[in-house]
């Protein structure tokens, strides 16, 4: 989210978030990091975030997330649950995104992947961008909102 500040050019730029569960167990995500995660998410970065689409979650998450207090109204409104094989979540992400460029582990018609060399790159030139944004004291010479 970070990178995403600093290097957006438009301020009224949205992130959206898809998490894939292939593989998730009980055991993979420690509640304290998943609450300080979702803590800094919420207050630090509250308009940000346009929609978090959970693809593939196993019931008992969904059962967990209907009953968490500690999630604000406002985030719990932007967090849509889908399942690939289901035809109504298949609409909701077909409303979304172009299914030629999402991820066919997503729901969509992409098969190409991530090209980690071109991923790398932008990551750089993103580390650059906020390398010229830090004064020589080592503070950031921007506020972000």
């Not at 009224?12 to 593989?23: D, H, R």
């Not at 167990?25 to 509640?31: A, I, R």
């Not at 207090?69 to 289901?86: L, Q, W």
């Not at 980690?116 to 004291?137: F, K």
Request: with cysteine.
């Amino acid at each position: 989210l970070e990178n995403f500040t600093m290097s957006s050019e438009n301020a009224q730029e949205n992130v959206v978030c898809i998490v894939k569960f292939q593989g998730w167990k009980l055991s993979s995500t420690p509640l304290a990091e998943t609450r300080q995660s979702l803590n800094i998410i919420q207050n630090y970065y509250p308009g940000l975030i346009e929609v978090v689409i959970l693809c593939n979650p196993p019931k008992i998450f969904e059962s967990f997330w209907k009953i968490n207090y500690f999630i604000e109204p406002d985030m719990k409104e932007k967090v849509k649950f889908v399942h690939t094989n289901n035809s109504e979540s298949q609409r909701i992400i077909a409303d979304m995104f172009d299914l030629d460029k999402l991820e066919s582990a997503f729901g969509g018609r992409n098969t190409s992947g991530i090209d980690i060399v071109e991923y790398s790159e932008r990551m750089r030139r993103r580390d650059q961008v906020r390398g010229a944004l830090t004064n020589a004291n080592g503070n950031a010479s921007c506020s972000v909102p």
